[in-house]
């Protein structure tokens, strides 16, 4: 059998594009096929033939930074045992690493069509559907791995990520505590559960778990930014600012702000839902284009899935500056359109919030050329501007 590894670089959304919830901690799980994480497999990884060496000079060199090489030792290993399912899943594994997602699902699906009860296969499936943000098949993998095993913590995390990635957020819920039953102090379930009810509309319920886990000894800056966010979106955009100048820079801070104090002034949760990319602008429409996904999921220590939410780009706006309340913002609004009233006819001031201090947003703008032409315009007169995408 030849497997071909597609070797291609792939970007992450990090930094101002992607508040993610915390990294995992010592108490969360395991990727299901490294070593230790499986018995079969540590027990093969142990044999003193020729099929335990490549298996373990393949774990070595994935663990030394190199999975495309280890992919390829994991398929000598197969050519010189197909019957055995350690280096198929083992392969998987490190194609998932790769982000090869497609190569990836085939060779846990080639394995499921010999063993149906093999929830390594299942796990490493269901974690390449919602890597492909296809969480549906994800969801009947997870379950079927709960199913077997009831207790596997993994595939609590995972189903519930999937439903939150399915638009299912009370399904999510329960999954989660269904989870947390089995780990109470799962750091990665406490945070994926806060973002889950955050994005719910459940802002204080969010801000009360994730201000736990940010008070303990192991948080990080993950963890902080999602307490962040619950607090913008709750409109409390002074606490936000606060906790995200903790690990972000200036630019970053600016552009979370900015969209955290539009979000804050939707009252109409119809429209925050569409704001937040949940739901289309127009239920009834069939013209109306799917709106781009705002929730993502990655994974870190592979089963460890973990919820994040992407900041919107494609339609851009300017920022006119920040001020201490919303009186200021709107004294500052009339002031600007009395002074520019030519170059910022037909923009749109976005509802901003009576909490704290907020950025004055305008737009929206035909491109990134054009809000960066304005802001020219406006800063050679001695106006702050700023271009950002929302």
Not at 10 to 37: H, I, Q, R, Y
Not at 271 to 296: C, I, M, N, Y
């Amino acid at each position: 059998m030849s497997i071909v590894v597609n070797r291609r670089w792939s970007t992450t959304l990090a930094g101002s594009l992607m508040l993610a919830l915390a990294a995992c901690a010592s108490n969360s799980v395991k990727t299901p096929m490294a070593p230790g994480g499986d018995p079969g497999v540590t027990a093969a990884e142990k044999e003193t033939g020729r099929y335990g060496t490549l298996l373990r000079l393949a774990s070595a060199t994935r663990s030394g930074g190199d999975p495309g090489a280890a992919a390829r030792i994991y398929q000598q290993a197969i050519a010189l045992d197909g019957d055995r399912p350690e280096a198929y899943l083992l392969l998987g594994d490190a194609l998932l690493d790769l982000q090869a997602y497609d190569e990836a699902a085939r060779i846990f699906e080639s394995w499921l069509q010999r063993d149906d009860n093999n929830l390594a296969a299942h796990k490493g499936y269901a974690r390449v559907m919602v890597s492909l943000n296809r969480p549906e098949p994800a969801i009947l993998h997870y379950r079927k791995v709960l199913q077997l095993a009831p207790e596997d913590l993994q595939a609590h995390n995972g189903l519930a990520v999937a439903l939150d990635l399915a638009g299912r957020p009370e399904e999510a819920e329960t999954a989660y505590r269904n989870g947390l039953k089995l780990a109470p102090d799962s750091t990665l379930l406490r945070n994926n559960l806060g973002l889950s009810l955050a994005l719910a509309g459940r802002q204080q319920e969010a801000i009360e778990l994730l201000r736990k886990v940010v008070d303990e000894p192991g948080a990080g800056p993950r963890n902080r930014q999602n307490l962040a966010l619950a607090y913008g979106l709750a409109g409390d955009l002074a606490a936000a600012e606060r906790i995200a100048r903790l690990d972000l820079d200036d630019d970053a801070v600016r552009k979370n702000l900015s969209y955290f104090s539009m979000l804050a002034g939707l009252d109409d949760r119809r429209k925050r839902a569409t704001a937040l990319g949940v739901q289309r602008a127009d239920a009834g429409s069939a013209k109306e284009p799917e709106p781009q996904r705002r929730l993502a999921a990655f994974a870190l220590d592979g089963d460890g899935i973990e919820l994040g939410f992407k900041l919107p780009a494609g339609r851009w706006f300017v920022e006119l500056g920040s001020y201490p309340d919303e009186a200021a913002a709107n004294a500052a609004w009339r002031r600007l359109r009395g002074a520019h009233g030519e170059a910022l006819r037909g923009l749109t001031r976005l509802a901003g919030t009576a909490q704290a201090r907020q950025p004055l947003l305008a737009g929206p703008l035909r491109d990134e050329a054009s809000a960066q032409a304005l802001c020219e315009k406006l800063t050679s007169q001695g106006d702050s501007c700023h271009a950002t995408p929302l």
